[in-house]
């Protein structure tokens, strides 16, 4: 180490470091070390001026880096060696400026354990505010306009500090040092409700829920429907209301001692429902708690999160029971965020409205993770750049699938995707994607130069793409952008099998893929295996109606030359059903993975029609929770087309003759699949040479499935990958459509 008189330098702090406080904490770090000279936002990043003995900015680079704020994701650090001159005894925080180059937002940050006792203690100024925070916690993403990150720049700039708050916000010893949101109850947002404000409004909605009501309330990301999970009665007027009859809905615990109280929570599974994020986490539920049969019909897991900010720990607390928090919003549509939307769409469907005076400027809605990998990623962790495999040598815009739509956006090393959207179905939906698309790309401040989206031409995203000039749109398969997204975020390198299960995806040869076994790299692929092809009988409308899907399978399963299925209970609709088959009418083929699990639920009497997007599949699952590891269904493999093909119809010939029951049926084509598929990935690897393996698509969600399949193939010696922080469900299509078009582009 060198030693010597003061030196002075610039230093770059690169990744999510605004709306974090890490602005205070370089503050703490120079004055504790003595180090004089200024921390600044430039654009998206921050600015230090740093000046002092050699050995000791070498410290401060160390304490900087070493003790950032949880929350923050320092990504690299730049030095530059300035030249010698007078500064400024002490160390400062500066205005904000604008810069170049791309930035990253905070995701927002549940209220954190100095704010909560401040809530609760009756000697504190901001007692019971709902809108207390500092610079460790609060919104971010929801309510930022634009960066560099201040106050000005967020909603609440029409908020003036009272002189109190100002004195916080200025006092580099202060945690509110710079907390943009930082307000009090004279100064900051109110609650309202139906013409009352503060304390009263609040009482108000405790007093509703707890006599049965159904209250809309204005979140962090979002409003959200509210009700006792306790009653059934009013889980059941919510169940009516949003046109979701049997879809579980998710519950909000006080604290960590509540929640065990409901499921049963290890240590891993406590530490995501504490975290800055407070994603809901799908966990075993408990027998004969107060939480209603109503809330997760004839499943073993409940969905359980904790208050992610004041306002939900005050209702917590004050009703002194879980609560069921289900996303504000009507059938179909986007989750409310401006309080017009609140009063049109969430009015008519609860009795009375919890909002306040804080606009919500981006639409969050609640995280969902399964077994330690990300469902549904939302509040709490988008917009956080994730890394890619291969830097994009220009900015790339993917708009994702039809379902679970997010998009993401690429720029050098790292892409970004946005939260949750939801289902493009509806004129609101494509609003909110719009919407969404232009906040990143202002957050990040990228333009895009390519859009990259899905293969299928009447995806509403594909036809968003389509506004774009033929030579700057990317166009990238499904499911290789499903596998791609694995091996994008475990930074996998060269060729790898990617094993894709899901629902639909238009393919490559004309028919509706889903159940593939590919060849990949992020530019291309080859496909080695699939499903056998079974029609699709009416569409959509097969998709909906796995009684459908079963008779499809009955009818016009692929023929391999072996006898075909026993069909003799023929009904009106299963005719039907043979006519278009027989005549070609609406009947595309398919080879998905989704929909032979759920031709087999309707063929185990679980579920004749899908009331939720993949609820055959879940019961199905649900079925076999409990049940050991059992033999599997019989199963072939044959070669048509230069193909492996895995043949179903001898495991439904199986379960169409017994008489065993579904818990035990359901496990045995759990190993039927797990064994095809290991079988498929063998013939994979022994025509390409490769044993890293990349799971991918919504089938994978099944934890059952996934947790077999990994093992066995571990066992054999693969490395063996999933999603874990990009969902492998359609959410991670724009991420992994993201991924490939970078590697494109790279190689152009």
């Known amino acids: 180490m060198t030693t010597g008189a003061n030196v002075t330098q610039r230093i770059e702090v690169h990744g999510t470091v605004q709306g ?50 949880s929350p923050s994701k320092v990504e690299r650090m730049t030095v530059t060696q300035l030249p010698a001159g007078e500064s400024e005894s002490g160390f400062s925080v500066r205005d904000s400026a604008p810069g170049r180059g791309s930035r990253a937002v905070s995701p927002d940050l549940a209220t954190c354990a100095a704010c909560l006792t401040e809530l609760f203690d009756p000697a504190d100024r901001r007692y019971r505010y709902p809108f207390v925070n500092c610079s460790g916690c609060g919104p971010r993403a929801t309510i930022v306009e634009d960066l560099p990150y201040d106050r000005v720049r967020t909603t609440m700039n029409r908020f003036p500090m009272c002189g109190s708050c100002a004195t916080e916000y200025r006092d580099p010893g202060d945690r509110r040092f710079h907390a943009e949101p930082v307000a009090c109850p004279a100064c900051g947002p109110r609650l309202s409700w139906a013409g009352i404000t503060g304390q009263a409004a609040l009482a108000a909605a405790v007093e509703t829920i707890g006599n049965g009501g159904v209250v809309a309330i204005k979140g962090i990301g979002g409003y959200q429907l509210v009700c006792d999970a306790a009653d059934d009665r009013a889980i059941g007027r919510l169940r009516t209301a949003k046109h979701r009859p049997a879809k579980p809905f998710a519950v909000m615990a006080r604290d960590l001692r509540e929640a065990a109280e409901l499921s049963f929570v290890d240590d891993e599974s406590a530490g995501l429902l504490s975290s800055p994020a407070r994603p809901i986490v799908l966990l075993e539920a408990r027998l004969g708690t107060v939480v209603s049969d109503a809330v997760a019909p004839h499943l073993p897991e409940i969905g359980l999160f904790l208050p992610n900010s004041p306002l939900h720990h005050l209702l917590l607390h004050d009703l002194g029971r879980p609560l069921v928090v289900t996303s504000g919003n009507r059938a179909g549509e986007p989750i409310a965020i401006s309080d017009e939307q609140a009063r049109s769409a969430l009015g008519p469907l609860s009795d009375g409205i919890l909002g306040h005076d804080r606009p919500i400027l981006s639409r969050h809605d609640d995280s969902v993770i399964r077994a330690g990998r990300v469902v549904r990623r939302a509040r709490g962790y988008a917009p956080a750049p994730v890394p890619l495999p291969t830097a994009s040598p220009e900015p790339v815009l993917a708009v994702g699938a039809q379902l679970k739509n997010t998009v993401t956006l690429a720029a050098g090393e790292h892409a970004v995707p946005g939260p949750h959207i939801g289902d493009l179905t509806d004129v609101a939906a494509f609003e909110a994607f719009e919407h969404t698309t232009d906040r990143l790309c202002r957050w990040t401040n990228v333009t895009p130069e390519f859009c990259a989206h899905d293969r299928h031409p009447r995806y509403r995203s594909t036809l968003y793409a389509a506004k774009w000039p033929r030579e700057r749109r990317i166009p990238v398969q499904h499911h290789h952008a499903h596998v791609a997204a694995t091996a994008a975020e475990h930074g996998v390198q060269g060729p790898f099998i990617g094993v894709a299960y899901d629902g639909l995806g238009f393919g490559d040869d004309g028919t509706l893929w889903g159940g593939e076994i590919l060849l990949a790299s992020y530019t291309g692929y080859r496909r080695l295996a699939r499903f056998g092809h079974v029609p699709l009988p009416g569409g959509e409308v097969a998709v909906r ?150 799971l991918g698509g919504g089938v994978f969600q099944n934890r059952r499935l996934t947790d077999a399949v990994t093992g066995s193939l571990t066992g054999l010696g693969f490395r063996v990958f999933t999603g874990e922080r990009i969902p492998v469900n359609d959410g991670g299509i724009s991420y992994g459509q993201a991924a490939v078009a970078a590697a494109l582009l790279a190689g152009r």
């Open 20 to 69: 974090v406080g890490f602005r205070p904490h370089v503050h703490r770090v120079a004055t504790a070390l003595g180090v004089d000279g200024e921390v600044r936002n430039v654009g998206g990043h921050v600015v230090i001026t740093a000046s002092g003995r050699p050995e000791v900015l070498e410290a401060f680079h160390r304490d900087v880096l070493d003790g950032a704020p």
């Open 545 to 694: 109606r796995p009684g459908r899907m079963a008779s499809g399978y009955l009818i016009g399963a692929e023929d391999f030359g072996e006898p075909s299925l026993p069909f003799d209970q023929e009904n009106g609709e299963s005719a039907l059903v043979r006519r278009m088959i027989e005549r070609g009418v609406n009947s595309p083929l398919t080879s998905s993975a989704g929909r032979l699990f759920d031709a087999v639920a309707a063929l185990l009497g679980l579920c004749e029609t899908n009331t939720y997007e993949g609820e055959a599949a879940v019961l199905l699952e649900a079925a076999a929770s409990g049940e050991p590891r059992r033999e599997p269904l019989p199963w072939k493999l044959h070669r048509r087309g230069g193909l492996w093909v895995y043949d179903p119809v001898p495991a439904l010939r199986e379960l169409l003759g017994s008489t065993r029951p579904a818990s035990e049926l359901s496990a045995r084509f759990h190993t039927t699949i797990t064994e095809v598929t290991v079988a498929l990935v063998t013939e994979a690897a022994a025509t390409s040479g490769t044993k890293t393996v990349c």
